[in-house]
């Protein structure tokens, strides 16, 4: 399986210190709610620093079979010219959202209470993930969905016609299933109320709130009370999308173990929905500095400066971090295999349905790898080797970017190569991944060309 038909092996060499500046792509997340929030604003939303990813080209295409006009200028600068809350046209092809959890989550809940029909596939991985934890809330807002067995893609969703506004408590921690229910709250007139006990990245809301729609957020005992009124008129923004700390977590990482290393990534977002791997890697006694604290758009920015990092201890992870830093586990493990002593990683259950399982994923990989890994349903465990991991092992990426490039940043410490079977999913959320990191310093080889 790879993302666009030949796989692309990929190995990773145990390099020199890695050195410069990571100018790494703009934010996943807050790059596919521009295009749909802008997609349901009237008039025209200027994006500037749009991740120009394979998931979120996807979710562009999508707008525009929804009626939007979606433009790109070249350079992250993209201009939409919404259809406004309510609009959306019934497309008249099936939407392939390719391997983007995200991208078909957010927009079935964006069609959901509107009177048309969808039909939604993607690619090996987004067909076996759980729709279900989107299409329960949706039925709630009198929305039909008819998919595969256990609520897997392709599935048609029959939007509501008179859509009723719903109170829904998020029974998983997804930033996912509560944006579904928000944007599907969007066009139901009244007030929709989505309550999460944990708290997950919250661009949602903050972009809601930056479009003009009347929302509010209240901790309660009962957890985060998010409150939006119904069928507001959405005012087109001018967005500059903050860098993406996902993305930023390979080079910093990388930066941590390779001996000599001192590399600087301007520009990112630290929204503290989103920052729990740094905490977690200066807890770890990485040695991170990060200048220039200021906001963009909204959002919190950082100058991050990482430099190798030669004693690193194994630490727990308190599980009520994980949200703020899900998609990092993936090098988080590769970072614990280098420590002295064990990383605990509990609470967890999430990674297990990301686009593979994650933790089945890397524990296979690392063990490969020389490392011991013990785990169960919601927890894993890494057993450091204090610097020296032995690697040269050839891994299945599983139509994982995050899993690409964890092994590709493993390669550059190990004592001998790391390999991916296939590189191409890293397309997926960080094209420019193979020339960043090879002009830091990284030697990066594919392996069939
Ligand atoms: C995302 C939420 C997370 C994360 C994904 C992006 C988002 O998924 O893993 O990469 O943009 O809302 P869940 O909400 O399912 O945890």
């Given at each position: 399986?790879?993302?666009?038909?030949?796989?692309?092996?990929?190995?990773?060499?145990?390099?020199?210190?890695?050195?410069?500046?990571?100018d790494?792509?703009?934010?996943k997340s807050?790059?596919?709610?521009?295009?749909?929030?802008?997609?349901?604003s009237?008039?025209?939303?200027?994006v500037?620093?749009?991740?120009?990813?394979?998931?979120?080209?996807?979710?562009a295409?999508?707008?525009?079979?929804?009626?939007?006009?979606?433009?790109?200028?070249?350079?992250?600068?993209?201009?939409?010219?919404?259809?406004?809350?309510?609009?959306?046209?019934?497309?008249?092809?099936?939407?392939?959202c390719?391997?983007?959890?995200?991208?078909?989550?957010?927009?079935?809940?964006?069609?959901a209470?509107?009177?048309?029909?969808?039909?939604?596939?993607?690619?090996?991985?987004?067909?076996?993930?759980?729709?279900?934890?989107?299409?329960?809330?949706?039925?709630?807002?009198?929305?039909?969905?008819?998919?595969?067995?256990?609520?897997?893609?392709?599935?048609?969703?029959?939007?509501a016609?008179?859509?009723?506004?719903?109170?829904y408590?998020?029974?998983?921690?997804?930033?996912?299933?509560?944006?579904?229910?928000?944007?599907?709250?969007?066009?139901?007139?009244?007030?929709?109320?989505?309550?999460?006990k944990?708290?997950?990245?919250?661009?949602?809301e903050r972009?809601?709130?930056?479009?003009?729609?009347?929302?509010?957020?209240?901790?309660?005992?009962e957890?985060?009370?998010?409150?939006?009124?119904?069928?507001?008129?959405?005012?087109?923004?001018?967005?500059?999308?903050?860098?993406?700390?996902?993305?930023?977590?390979?080079?910093?990482?990388?930066?941590?173990?390779?001996?000599?290393?001192?590399?600087?990534?301007?520009?990112?977002g630290?929204?503290?929905?989103?920052?729990?791997?740094?905490?977690?890697?200066?807890?770890?006694?990485?040695?991170?500095?990060?200048?220039?604290?200021?906001?963009?758009?909204?959002?919190?920015?950082?100058?991050?400066?990482?430099?190798y990092?030669?004693?690193?201890?194994?630490?727990?992870?308190?599980?009520?971090?994980?949200?703020?830093?899900?998609?990092?586990?993936?090098?988080?493990?590769?970072?614990?295999?280098?420590?002295?002593g064990?990383?605990?990683?509990?609470?967890?259950?999430?990674?297990?349905?990301?686009?593979?399982?994650?933790?089945?994923?890397?524990?296979?990989?690392?063990?490969?790898?020389?490392?011991?890994?013990?785990?169960?349903e919601?927890?894993?465990?890494?057993?450091?080797?204090?610097?020296?991991?032995?690697?040269?092992?050839?891994?299945?990426?599983?139509?994982?970017?995050?899993?690409?490039?964890?092994?590709?940043?493993?390669?550059?410490?190990t004592?001998?190569?790391?390999?991916?079977?296939?590189?191409?999913?890293?397309?997926?959320?960080?094209?420019?991944?193979?020339?960043?990191?090879?002009?830091l310093?990284?030697?990066?080889?594919?392996?069939?060309?």
């Open positions: 399986m790879s993302a666009h038909g030949t796989p692309v092996p990929m190995t990773s060499r145990p390099c020199g210190p890695l050195k410069g500046r990571a790494v792509p703009g934010d807050i790059s596919h709610r521009s295009l749909i929030l802008g997609a349901l009237v008039g025209e939303t200027r500037t620093g749009l991740l120009e990813g394979d998931d979120v080209l996807d979710t295409k999508a707008m525009r079979a929804f009626g939007a006009e979606v433009t790109q200028h070249g350079n992250g600068e993209w201009t939409i010219n919404g259809v406004g809350v309510g609009g959306f046209a019934e497309p008249d092809q099936v939407i392939d390719g391997n983007s959890g995200t991208g078909v989550r957010l927009i079935m809940g964006a069609m209470t509107s009177p048309i029909t969808a039909t939604f596939t993607g690619d090996a991985s987004l067909n076996s993930r759980p729709m279900g934890r989107v299409t329960d809330p949706l039925a709630l807002f009198g929305c039909q969905a008819v998919g595969r067995e256990g609520g897997r893609l392709p599935m048609t969703l029959v939007g016609a008179d859509p009723i506004p719903v109170r408590v998020v029974p998983v921690p997804s930033a996912q299933v509560k944006s579904a229910v928000l944007l599907a709250g969007l066009n139901a007139p009244g007030e929709t109320v989505v309550i999460e944990e708290a997950t990245r919250d661009h949602t972009m809601l709130a930056g479009f003009g729609a009347d929302i509010s957020v209240v901790e309660t005992d957890g985060r009370v998010i409150t939006l009124q119904g069928q507001p008129e959405l005012q087109p923004q001018d967005i500059n999308v903050p860098r993406d700390p996902s993305s930023a977590a390979f080079p910093v990482c990388a930066a941590i173990l390779v001996p000599g290393s001192d590399v600087l990534v301007p520009n990112i630290l929204n503290p929905t989103r920052a729990g791997l740094f905490t977690t890697l200066q807890e770890m006694g990485a040695d991170l500095v990060f200048e220039n604290p200021r906001e963009i758009g909204g959002e919190p920015v950082a100058d991050l400066r990482a430099r990092s030669p004693d690193l201890k194994g630490i727990a992870v308190p599980p009520a971090r994980a949200a703020s830093m899900i998609d990092e586990y993936p090098v988080l493990s590769v970072v614990a295999a280098f420590a002295d064990v990383t605990d990683m509990q609470g967890v259950k999430e990674l297990r349905v990301k686009e593979c399982d994650r933790i089945d994923a890397m524990a296979k990989g690392l063990r490969a790898a020389g490392v011991i890994v013990d785990e169960g919601d927890w894993w465990k890494v057993h450091g080797l204090q610097g020296q991991v032995a690697g040269g092992a050839t891994v299945e990426s599983r139509l994982d970017h995050r899993i690409a490039m964890a092994f590709m940043v493993m390669g550059m410490a004592q001998n190569p790391m390999s991916v079977d296939d590189g191409s999913p890293i397309t997926t959320s960080f094209p420019i991944f193979e020339p960043l990191m090879t002009e310093g990284a030697q990066l080889v594919r392996n069939n060309a």
